[in-house]
């Protein structure tokens, strides 16, 4: 609220010529993040023994498959790994820099 408790009211710039790659810069950014957390939890659960080898492969193989869309769609909007990175500031990057983690 603005002053004497009127709206406040914001201005959001938007580039023609960029929104459509900004757009899909965060649905990627954000299809990343799961990704990774998908990935790390199948993980997880094939060194705890929780599944069984056929789910072990269809999860091997469904995880490719979306890594493999992930790159052609940063190639189609002319993005790069880094590009969906966010910084975070003092709290860093939203994703791991090194993918060993």
């Keep these: ?4 408790g009127a709206p ?3 201005r959001l710039d938007f580039d023609p010529d ?3 790659r900004d757009l899909a810069a ?6 990343e993040l799961l990704r990774q957390l998908v ?11 929780d599944l ?10 469904t995880l490719m498959l979306l890594e ?13 790994p880094e590009d969906l990175n966010l910084d975070l500031g003092p709290l860093g990057t939203l ?3 090194d993918q060993s983690s």
């Design 1 to 4: 609220m603005g002053r004497r």
């Design 8 to 10: 406040v009211t914001r």
């Design 18 to 20: 960029t929104v459509e």
């Design 26 to 31: 965060l649905v990627l950014t954000i299809v």
């Design 39 to 49: 990935e790390r939890q199948a993980l997880r659960r094939v060194e705890v023994g």
């Design 52 to 61: 069984t080898d056929d789910q072990e492969e269809r999860i091997g193989m």
């Design 68 to 80: 493999d869309r992930m790159e052609l769609l940063r190639e189609r909007f002319g993005l790069t």
């Design 95 to 97: 994703l791991p820099t």
